[in-house]
């Protein structure tokens, strides 16, 4: 008897390793929460061509859009938490709550798997704005209280979120002009009839690469790749100010640990690809490295952060 016990604690000690190894052994959807086209949907395909290519079964992207995220969200959290559901997870995740109620629990509904990339936030205006800096911008702003109008991709997006966050700690007051996305947001801020935007920089790039807008900083450690011209934050007087959108993978809480930790090494070797790398460079996102653990505390982290944010600025869904 003792001996079948033993054999039967080794069985089952085993099986999360053996479904790891067979898995996957069917496609694999990825949800994505957004539109095709930005950032979040381009990383998201690069890496399930890549998966695809590597694991023999087909990582399938998936856009569910609608209600600002919250569709695709909640198709993946109430999917089978069995590896064949994955979700694109961004900065979206750490404002929505905020916003609204949302259909699911945002802090238990995931197993995060892994960072993928991030895009730093620039703020850009366009060429007839006479501020050369962003010293200047907080000064031509401080002179003109609430006349600057800036553009952002809808209330409590992440360019709306992220400048009110610049508004806040610059104290300084800009009128608001929300559009149905950033795409919209960055056209009409070339046109000159909006004036300012404080958008991903992978959102911006083309725009400021071309002239049509200037950029005077953006959010990241150091001077990003497609921008050389373009200083940090920290090197424009403002340190403090750190933002962008960030972009992983996760599947629906209770996923088993061994099929995450296997997806999460298999991001990483994607992660590794050279072609990958100057894609995302190209497109102003870097890869960021972070397994689950790191994943997760991160999204506690943005979550308490962009809470304050929403508050300070009385911040309202539409």
């Known amino acids: 008897m003792a001996r079948w016990i033993v054999l039967a604690m080794l069985v089952a000690l085993a099986g999360p390793a053996v479904a790891a190894d067979d898995y996957p052994s069917k496609p694999v959807r990825i ?3 957004y539109a095709p086209g930005g950032i979040n949907d381009v990383a998201a395909r690069v890496v399930a061509t890549h998966l695809s290519n590597k694991l023999g079964k087909q990582f399938i992207p998936d856009n569910r859009t609608g209600a600002g995220g919250i569709v695709g969200f909640e198709t ?7 590896g064949y559901t994955l979700v694109v997870l961004s900065i979206s995740n750490a404002v929505l709550p905020w916003l609204q109620k949302l259909p699911f629990d945002s802090d238990k509904a995931w197993e995060p798997i892994a960072m993928f990339v991030t895009s730093p936030n620039m703020l850009a205006v366009h060429p007839d704005v006479p501020a050369k800096s962003v010293k200047e911008f907080i000064a031509l702003a401080k002179s003109k209280p609430g006349d600057i109008p800036y553009a952002s991709g809808g209330a409590g997006g992440s360019l709306h979120t992220g400048m009110e966050y ?21 056209i009409d801020v070339v046109a000159g009839n909006t004036k300012a935007i404080m958008s991903t920089t992978s959102s911006v790039s083309t725009h400021v690469r071309s002239g049509k807008l200037r950029g005077l900083a953006v959010s990241a450690d150091k001077r990003v790749a497609a921008h050389p011209d373009v200083p940090t934050f920290t090197e424009a007087g403002m340190p403090e100010y750190v933002a962008g959108n960030w972009i992983g993978f996760a599947a629906p809480a209770g996923t088993p640990k061994a099929v995450i930790d296997k997806l999460h090494r298999e991001i990483a070797a994607v992660q590794d690809i050279t072609d990958v790398q100057t894609q995302m ?5 870097q890869v960021e490295r972070m397994g689950p653990a ?16 929403v508050k300070a600025g009385n911040i309202k869904a539409e």
């Open 31 to 33: 949800i994505i929460p």
């Open 76 to 82: 993946a959290a109430n999917a089978a938490p069995d």
């Open 166 to 186: 610049f508004k806040m700690l610059a104290g300084v007051d800009l009128l608001h002009v929300p559009f149905r996305g950033a795409g919209p947001a960055a």
């Open 281 to 285: 460079l190209n497109r102003g996102a």
């Open 294 to 309: 790191e994943f997760r505390a991160h999204i506690v982290k943005e979550t308490e952060k962009w809470g304050r944010v």
